[in-house]
């Protein structure tokens, strides 16, 4: 009865919590001890655990574990573009499935981030555009395939390294799991509490950097050489339509400018609310709005605090690569 009890006790809370925060440190960064797990990257992962206890009579634990893992792809949501046909956003599994009861989640280092961090590398226009280029894909719901401009195909390459630098750097996953844990405990539901804090962070990161300025001619120029007659010209995509999705993504944004009140509390909140809107999952309820404001008022000042020592681990990580 006693190591029955302790075994079913402690190998039950011990392995799930073990697994949770083992296997999924070992994967991607964990949130829950949940089997089905939401990453703070902008990834989702499925996770089938199967585990085999053998108990000898000296209490030896033996535990086998078979892990399957499923990555699945998702599109970027930004609420004050005009995102077009959104809902024909592809949700894709590497290798071309269909993923099991996948959930889309906005991800980003958002793409003003991008091209601050491509002006910090001396880049051009060219170069910025190509930074920004796959989010501006997952905005539009279209497949870019690359560009026949070899500036703009090294812009699309940083890209990628940056987001697998930014989304690994300790800061940054500090503030998604502090901002998390506080929402949590302010009744929000639990996904939406992670999509909110991991979201949040970057977009009031984009504050920050709007704030700046610093990368401002640059943003702009590259959507002005990304024009139909320009570099837009040069770019590949998969979809028949996506040349005129993109171009009105484009000139929808070069409208907008570079506002630095798109990282304000009160907007972001907002512009999470819209982006969140249309996912069942992860959709900010009537009720959990103020707790959302509340944290995004209380958030804005960390990220703003701790921005230079993030940015600092991304370049870090960046010249390391």
């Given amino acids: 009865t006693g190591l029955g009890t302790g075994l079913g006790t402690g190998l039950g809370t011990g392995l799930g919590t073990g697994l949770g925060t083992g296997l999924g440190t070992g994967l991607v960064r964990p949130i829950s001890p949940r089997t089905r797990t939401r990453t703070w990257t902008w990834t989702y992962v499925d996770v089938d655990v199967d585990v085999d206890v053998d108990v000898d009579v000296d209490v030896d634990v033996d535990v086998d574990v078979d892990v399957d893992v499923d990555v699945v792809d998702v599109v970027d949501v930004v609420h004050d573009v005009d995102v077009v046909d959104a809902d024909d956003a592809p949700r894709r599994v590497r290798g071309g499935a269909t993923g099991r009861g996948a959930t889309q989640l906005p991800r980003t280092m958002n793409f003003y981030g991008h091209c601050w961090l491509a002006r910090r590398e001396g880049a051009a226009e060219a170069f910025a555009l190509g930074s920004m280029l796959p989010d501006f894909a997952g ?58 804090a991991h979201v949040g962070v970057e977009l009031l990161l984009d504050g920050f950097l709007l704030r700046d300025g610093s990368a401002d001619a640059l943003y702009l120029g590259a959507l002005d050489a990304a024009a139909p007659r320009a570099l837009g010209a040069r770019l590949r995509w998969r979809k028949e339509d996506a040349p005129e999705r993109f171009e009105r993504l484009r000139s929808r944004l070069r409208s907008l400018g570079a506002d630095p009140s798109h990282g304000s509390p009160e907007v972001v909140a907002e512009r999470l609310d819209r982006a969140l809107s249309s996912r069942p999952r992860l959709a900010i309820t009537a009720a959990a709005r103020p707790a959302v404001l509340s944290e995004m008022t209380r958030l804005h000042p960390e990220v703003h605090a701790r921005a230079p020592g993030l940015l600092a681990e991304v370049e870090r990580g960046l010249s390391s690569r």
């Fill in 139 to 196: 905005m539009t719901g279209a497949r870019l395939d690359g560009a026949e401009d070899r500036d703009v195909e090294a812009g699309i390459a940083h890209h990628h390294a940056v987001d697998a630098v930014f989304h690994a750097a300790p800061t940054f996953v500090a503030l998604c799991v502090e901002s998390g844990a506080r929402l949590d405990a302010a009744g929000v539901g639990w996904g939406t509490a992670r999509a909110v």
